[in-house]
Structures are given as C-alpha cells and as structure tokens.
C-alpha cells in the first residue's frame, strides 16, 4: 500500500505492508523529486523490495520467538 501526500506543491509518499497480519511495517517514506512525471524512481522501488524480503524474514523471526514456550 502507499500513501500519498501533497504539502506546499511537494509530493511526499510512504510505502508499508499489511502483507503480515499480525504486524504492519513501513519499509520506505520518502519526498518525490521527478518532475518528469508521476512514476516513482527504480531507486525507490529498489529500497522497497528490498525492505519488504528484510521485513519478511524479521516476520518470520517474530512468529517463530512469539510460539516459543
């Protein structure tokens, strides 16, 4: 999901996941630069996913901590 935002003729967007249940996790916020139109730039989209395998292996870390005894 993300979220988008205008302040002052800036653009600003957050990009989390509800993907996981039980947590929510912002991988990226950042302001939008490109004034060449609307797509978001490859960098930050690079950022994302790699903030989303991080997020989910921490998820994983977090389910496994939280069934132990």
């Known amino acids: ?3 988008m935002s205008s ?5 600003y967007r957050a990009v989390f996941t509800v993907r ?3 947590r929510v996790y912002v991988l990226h ?3 939008k630069k ?3 139109g609307i797509a978001t ?6 950022i994302v996913k790699a903030r ?3 997020a989910g292996q921490e998820h994983a870390r ?3 901590a939280s069934k132990e005894p």
């Not at 730039?41 to 690079?46: A, K, L, Q, T, W």
């Open 41 to 46: 730039p490859r960098r930050e989209i690079e």
């Open 52 to 54: 989303l395998r991080l």
């Open 29 to 31: 916020a950042f302001q």
């Open 1 to 3: 999901m993300e979220i």
């Open 7 to 11: 302040q002052g003729g800036d653009a």
């Open 62 to 64: 977090w389910l496994a």
């Open 20 to 22: 996981f249940a039980e």
């Open 34 to 36: 490109s004034k060449r």
